[in-house]
């Protein structure tokens, strides 16, 4: 028990640490997308509908199904098309996240990480033109600390 509540608090300490990452994250999806965060960033991501718009408004129909249903696996299926359509646009399977890291908040740091790479790959493959994320710039101004 004690090395779970060490793990947690560990996840809470770089989340903590990583509150500017997320609000540029959530201020990049925002302008991309056109729509807006309900709520606090993980839960506005849970159901990854506004994952799926991401992608599609970085490469139009590269998700050709997004589900808006309240059910589990369907959300699910919708953050997994993410990572899926994120792979595919270049992005490297260690820099993405789990879907359970998303949907039950179990990593939500390594989401914004993803995130933030994904920003950064969009910007590379030259036929994106729309707002930018800056890739990293978040963690050195952290290491500059």
Known sequence: MALR?????????KLAQMREAQDEAQSWIEAVTGQSFDGEFADALKDGKLLC??????EPGT???IADSKLAFKQMENIS?????????GMHEHDCFD???LYNAKDIAKVIQAIHSF??????????TGPTLAPGAWLRRAEAV
């Open 5 to 13: 509540d060490d793990v947690d608090s560990k996840k809470a300490s």
């Open 53 to 58: 718009a991401l992608v599609n408004a970085v």
């Open 63 to 65: 998700i050709k199904k």
């Open 81 to 89: 098309n993410f990572t899926r359509a994120a792979k595919k646009l």
């Open 99 to 101: 879907t359970e890291d």
């Open 119 to 128: 920003g950064g790959i969009v910007q590379k493959r030259g036929t994106y």
